[in-house]
Protein backbone atom coordinates (compact mmCIF):
# COMPACT_ATOMS: atom_id res chain seq x y z
CA UNK A 1 0.00 0.00 0.00
CA UNK A 2 2.75 2.47 0.72
CA UNK A 3 4.37 2.00 -2.62
CA UNK A 4 1.48 2.42 -4.49
CA UNK A 5 0.47 5.97 -2.63
CA UNK A 6 3.69 7.18 -2.91
CA UNK A 7 4.36 5.91 -6.58
CA UNK A 8 0.81 7.93 -7.09
CA UNK A 9 1.82 10.96 -5.61
CA UNK A 10 5.27 10.97 -7.29
CA UNK A 11 3.55 10.50 -10.41
CA UNK A 12 1.00 13.34 -10.26
CA UNK A 13 3.41 15.48 -8.83
CA UNK A 14 6.29 14.64 -11.26
CA UNK A 15 3.96 14.14 -14.56
CA UNK A 16 2.93 17.62 -13.45
CA UNK A 17 5.85 19.80 -12.62
CA UNK A 18 8.27 18.03 -15.21
CA UNK A 19 6.19 18.72 -18.18
CA UNK A 20 8.42 21.11 -19.75
CA UNK A 21 11.50 19.10 -18.83
CA UNK A 22 14.01 18.68 -22.28
CA UNK A 23 14.40 14.88 -21.39
CA UNK A 24 11.40 12.46 -20.04
CA UNK A 25 11.56 12.58 -16.24
CA UNK A 26 12.39 9.19 -15.04
CA UNK A 27 10.90 8.49 -11.58
CA UNK A 28 11.69 5.10 -9.54
CA UNK A 29 9.28 2.52 -8.52
CA UNK A 30 11.02 2.24 -4.83
CA UNK A 31 12.45 5.46 -3.26
CA UNK A 32 15.53 3.24 -2.11
CA UNK A 33 15.38 0.30 -4.72
CA UNK A 34 13.02 -2.45 -4.82
CA UNK A 35 12.65 -4.46 -1.86
CA UNK A 36 15.01 -7.33 -1.10
CA UNK A 37 17.56 -5.93 -3.87
CA UNK A 38 17.80 -2.46 -2.17
CA UNK A 39 21.87 -3.34 -2.76
CA UNK A 40 21.97 -3.57 -6.35
CA UNK A 41 20.06 -0.29 -6.95
CA UNK A 42 23.03 1.81 -8.23
CA UNK A 43 24.22 -0.74 -10.42
CA UNK A 44 24.37 0.55 -14.03
CA UNK A 45 21.96 -0.54 -16.57
CA UNK A 46 22.83 -1.91 -20.24
CA UNK A 47 22.28 -0.94 -23.66
CA UNK A 48 22.71 -1.50 -26.53
CA UNK A 49 21.20 -1.21 -30.47
CA UNK A 50 17.43 -2.08 -29.24
CA UNK A 51 17.90 -3.60 -26.07
CA UNK A 52 18.15 -2.66 -22.58
CA UNK A 53 19.42 -5.15 -19.72
CA UNK A 54 20.42 -5.25 -15.66
CA UNK A 55 17.67 -3.34 -14.58
CA UNK A 56 17.83 -3.47 -10.74
CA UNK A 57 15.94 -0.09 -9.91
CA UNK A 58 12.83 -0.48 -11.52
CA UNK A 59 11.25 2.60 -13.43
CA UNK A 60 8.82 4.77 -15.18
CA UNK A 61 9.21 7.16 -17.52
CA UNK A 62 6.73 9.95 -18.03
CA UNK A 63 6.54 11.18 -21.71
CA UNK A 64 3.33 14.14 -21.10
CA UNK A 65 1.25 15.31 -23.90
CA UNK A 66 2.15 18.56 -25.53
CA UNK A 67 0.22 21.23 -23.35
CA UNK A 68 -1.96 22.25 -27.01
CA UNK A 69 -2.83 18.85 -27.71
CA UNK A 70 -3.19 16.80 -23.85
CA UNK A 71 -6.93 15.54 -23.33
CA UNK A 72 -6.26 14.38 -19.47
CA UNK A 73 -5.69 10.24 -21.23
CA UNK A 74 -3.02 8.33 -20.18
CA UNK A 75 -1.44 5.00 -21.09
CA UNK A 76 0.97 2.58 -19.55
CA UNK A 77 3.36 1.17 -21.91
CA UNK A 78 5.27 -2.40 -21.15
CA UNK A 79 7.66 -2.91 -23.33
CA UNK A 80 8.18 -6.75 -24.57
CA UNK A 81 11.32 -8.63 -24.73
CA UNK A 82 10.25 -11.98 -23.13
CA UNK A 83 11.59 -11.48 -19.56
CA UNK A 84 15.31 -11.16 -21.01
CA UNK A 85 15.90 -7.86 -22.27
CA UNK A 86 13.82 -4.42 -22.66
CA UNK A 87 12.75 -3.36 -26.49
CA UNK A 88 13.00 -0.19 -24.82
CA UNK A 89 12.94 2.70 -27.50
CA UNK A 90 10.51 0.77 -30.24
CA UNK A 91 8.32 -0.90 -27.81
CA UNK A 92 8.36 2.19 -25.40
CA UNK A 93 9.83 5.37 -26.64
CA UNK A 94 8.34 4.91 -30.09
CA UNK A 95 4.36 4.27 -28.97
CA UNK A 96 5.19 6.56 -26.44
CA UNK A 97 5.91 9.49 -28.58
CA UNK A 98 2.93 8.16 -31.17
CA UNK A 99 0.56 8.57 -27.71
CA UNK A 100 1.62 12.04 -27.34
CA UNK A 101 0.87 12.80 -31.09
CA UNK A 102 -2.51 11.99 -29.58
CA UNK A 103 -2.30 14.16 -27.02
CA UNK A 104 -2.16 11.08 -24.22
CA UNK A 105 0.44 11.53 -21.72
CA UNK A 106 2.78 7.86 -21.48
CA UNK A 107 3.74 6.24 -18.70
CA UNK A 108 6.94 3.75 -19.80
CA UNK A 109 7.56 0.72 -17.90
CA UNK A 110 11.04 -0.64 -17.11
CA UNK A 111 11.08 -3.78 -15.21
CA UNK A 112 13.33 -5.94 -13.69
CA UNK A 113 14.11 -9.39 -16.16
CA UNK A 114 13.85 -12.99 -14.47
CA UNK A 115 14.75 -14.61 -17.66
CA UNK A 116 17.83 -12.49 -18.12
CA UNK A 117 21.21 -14.95 -17.74
CA UNK A 118 22.06 -14.83 -13.98
CA UNK A 119 19.37 -12.96 -12.94
CA UNK A 120 18.56 -13.13 -9.13
CA UNK A 121 14.90 -12.48 -9.83
CA UNK A 122 11.75 -14.96 -10.26
CA UNK A 123 8.92 -14.94 -12.78
CA UNK A 124 6.89 -16.42 -9.99
CA UNK A 125 7.09 -13.69 -7.52
CA UNK A 126 9.28 -10.73 -8.06
CA UNK A 127 6.68 -9.16 -11.44
CA UNK A 128 3.79 -9.13 -8.55
Do not use: C
Request: zero cysteines; charged letters at 20%; hydrophobic letters at 40%.
Amino acid sequence: MKMRATLSGVLLFGSLSLLAAAEPPVLPLWENGAPGFEDRRNEPEQAKDYWVRNIHNPSITVFPAPKEKANGAAVLIVPGGGHRELVFKAEGVEPAKYFNDLGVTAFVLKHRLPRETNSPYSLQIHPR
